[in-house]
């Protein structure tokens, strides 16, 4: 019998598998567990710490973002090139759900306290 124990979800992650255990684990931008779901949570206080300058995007799943405390700005890239970026606005206790296959970013209003739930493998991250 595993014992019960507490996990800091602003320093680690947990890491959902296909089996049905979880585990908590290392969060990882772009990789982690094969086919196993993270959840992961982050204090953020600029625009560094959520990669602004990058995007990123998800090919094995969705992803849902959610906005725990202080406000973001999500943005979605375009699927066609020079189309305009699609903007949704997260104030604190909202969420989102990214698409599979769909690039986006995130730049803060301001502090904040983010939780993001996919799967990581093949993430890919991408210069603006």
Do not use: K, N
Not at 88 to 110: C, K, M, N, S, Y
């Amino acid at each position: 019998m595993t014992p019960t124990t507490t996990v800091d979800l602003f320093a680690s992650a947990l890491h959902f598998h296909a089996d049905g255990e979880v585990r908590a684990g290392e969060r990882q931008m772009t990789g982690g567990p094969a086919g196993a779901w993270q959840i992961g949570a982050f204090h953020v206080a600029t625009d560094a710490d959520v990669h602004a300058d990058q995007w990123e995007m998800h090919p094995r799943a969705d992803e849902a973002v959610c906005c725990l405390t202080g406000g973001v700005r999500l943005y979605l890239r375009a699927p066609e090139a020079g189309g305009a970026e699609e903007l949704v606005r997260l104030p604190a206790g909202t969420a989102v759900i990214v698409p599979r296959g769909r690039w986006h970013r995130l730049e803060l209003d301001g502090p904040s306290d983010l939780m993001s739930v996919t799967l990581r493998q093949g993430t890919r991250l991408e210069s603006r």
